[in-house]
């Protein structure tokens, strides 16, 4: 079975914080994805990556940048914390050629 | 017009009952359709997954894709309380592309 793994459950940061947030993935697939999820907007992808070091910008990419330094390992920063950037965050990969994309269990996290 | 429109719900049936769960789309480039089902505190699970057209069935699930009406359809027979969850399709153009998603239906199965 695939599995994708985010670091933490749960995190609480602070407003201008850096945060940053890991995925592993360990099927050996080339697409890795970030997204956030909130109550009535559903899932917004805020980047995504093809390959090591190969990143693409999602539809919400302001705040946030991404790292793919090794092929199973995709993060996600955010620069200074926002309020508005309490979310779920979810990570997520597929193979190059074909769907689906495999999730991890999520991040919830909290900037107070 | 959004590119995925789907039903919010809540939708509450009693165990045993038939369920229907669409969505709607706009893009006739889309190709791949998936549906996910995802409990609360988790990440979407992958439920079922269908190229282009036709009907696909696992069990008590069957997806439906019908491309001339742009319109999927997941049915969930003889549905239980552990099917109780939120339910997202998603589609795309090409392999391996990013995902559109519908918001997502709340479905309540109540023994």
């Known amino acids: 079975d695939v599995k994708v793994t985010q670091s933490s459950r749960y995190l609480v940061k602070r407003t201008g914080e850096k945060v940053f947030l890991e995925c592993v993935q360990d099927?050996?697939?080339?697409?890795m994805f970030w997204y956030r999820q909130d109550p009535g907007l559903g899932l917004r992808l805020i980047y995504f990556?093809?390959?090591?070091?190969?990143?693409e910008k999602g539809d919400i990419p302001e705040g946030y940048s991404v790292s793919r330094e090794k092929k199973e390992r995709f993060s996600l920063i955010l620069e200074s914390a926002s309020t508005n950037q309490t979310s779920m965050y979810l990570c997520?990969?597929?193979?190059?050629?074909?769907?689906?994309?495999?999730f991890g269990d999520g991040t919830r996290l909290s900037i107070l | 017009q959004k590119e995925v429109e789907q039903d919010p719900g809540p939708l509450s049936v009693p165990e045993g009952a038939i369920v229907s769960l669409n969505c709607t789309y706009s893009?006739?480039?889309?190709?791949?359709f998936m549906w996910y089902r995802q409990y609360s505190r988790k990440g979407p699970e992958l439920l079922m997954y269908?190229?282009?057209?036709g009907n696909k069935e696992d069990g008590r699930f069957t997806a439906q894709v019908d491309k001339s009406s742009k319109y999927i359809s997941l049915f969930i027979r003889d549905s239980q309380p552990s099917d109780s969850a939120t339910y997202l399709c998603?589609?795309?153009?090409?392999?391996?592309?990013?995902?559109?998603f519908g918001k997502g239906t709340t479905l309540s199965v109540s023994s």
């Open positions: 099927m050996d697939h080339e697409n």
């Open positions: 990556s093809y390959d090591v070091k190969m990143k």
């Open positions: 269908t190229y282009s057209s």
């Open positions: 997520a990969s597929s193979n190059r050629v074909r769907q689906p994309q495999h």
């Open positions: 998603a589609m795309s153009e090409g392999a391996g592309t990013a995902l559109i």
């Open positions: 893009n006739s480039a889309f190709q791949y």
